[in-house]
């Protein structure tokens, strides 16, 4: 069934579990994450950026939005498990008004860039033309630094828990992501993974809203081996344990955003399944290995958030 992403949210909230927030890029994704959920019994939160919509539109973002409603609410309506569309780090106001208009469950509306006033009153009026179709919105305090997809920053600025109780007061946004130390990417630390949990602490205390993990993929080294083996270089690449995540989940994060891990996995099996099987022209068949990779890590992160059996 599709859903607003804060009904999703809200009871992970008050229930003190995560939901894995999973990025798509083409069919095979999707139904890898619906197929996950099913099986797991876990809600789920599918995500397309802003490079998602203009490459499924082939260059139009209002069709890629469509397109992405039309294909996920054609899944959604065919399971019981919880399913929401949400637009990522959305800066360009075209994607979120194309994602708005086509019917997403929610809008992230990034405006992290700009200083606390200007994201501020940007946010707010996001929020109320999206609130006003019936759609929840995220926003981002502090930034991250790395590069993933079309969001870039070369340092990090961790967020100001008073500000952030201001800014949720302010704009009415639904769920939050406050910077506390990941990076976008697969490079996200040089050393021992460090987040600073008291600062998460006190957003938490302060807004009393869900709150969001940007820039939490693990780094798989299971599909890093798979996929060097076969040709692949991610060397130095290194993302935030489980063990920290459940961590995360603990001090108040409600949504876990994934897209480098299935990236990933999904090109570890692709590269494995073209290497072995060389006479193969069946495009459909090349992604068989590349969909059970990514089913693989979004099973695990859904147990490791304590998503699963929640929907």
């Known amino acids: 069934m599709y859903v607003n992403t804060k009904v999703i949210l809200e009871k992970a909230h008050k229930e003190g579990f995560g939901v894995a927030a999973l990025n798509i890029n083409n069919l095979e994704f999707l139904q890898a994450i619906i197929e996950s959920g099913v099986e797991k019994k876990s809600p789920v939160i599918i995500q397309t950026s802003q490079g998602a919509l203009k490459y499924a539109g082939d260059g139009d973002v209002f069709r890629g939005a469509r397109l992405f409603v039309k294909m996920t609410r054609e899944f959604a309506d065919s399971v019981d498990i919880p399913v929401a569309l949400h637009l ?161 989940v603990q001090g108040g994060i409600s949504k876990v955003n994934t897209d480098t891990d299935l990236r990933m996995a999904f090109v570890a099996g692709l590269r494995e399944y073209l290497t072995k099987n060389p006479k193969e022209f069946d495009p459909r068949n090349y992604f068989k290995t590349a969909k059970e990779y990514v089913k693989e890590v979004i099973e695990d992160r859904m147990e490791v958030l304590g998503s699963v059996g929640k929907a």
């Open 88 to 248: 990522d780090h959305g800066s360009k106001l075209d994607n979120i008004m194309a994602c708005i208009q086509a019917g997403y469950s929610s809008v992230m509306i990034d405006a992290s860039h700009h200083n606390f006033e200007e994201n501020m009153a940007i946010t707010k009026k996001i929020v109320e033309i999206a609130h006003n179709a019936n759609i929840s919105v995220e926003a981002e305090l502090g930034q991250l630094a790395g590069i993933e997809d079309d969001v870039q920053a070369e340092h990090s600025v961790l967020v100001d828990p008073m500000e952030a109780k201001q800014f949720v007061e302010t704009t009415g946004v639904d769920f939050l992501a406050p910077a506390i130390g990941t990076s976008h990417g697969a490079f996200k630390f040089k050393g021992e993974a460090k987040l600073d949990f008291d600062r998460l602490a006190k957003v938490k205390e302060l807004t009393g809203i869900p709150l969001v993990l940007h820039g939490a993929s693990s780094v798989v080294p299971k599909f890093v081996e798979i996929a060097e083996s076969y040709g692949a270089d991610f060397g130095g690449s290194k993302g935030v344990p489980a063990d920290v995540l459940k961590q995360c």
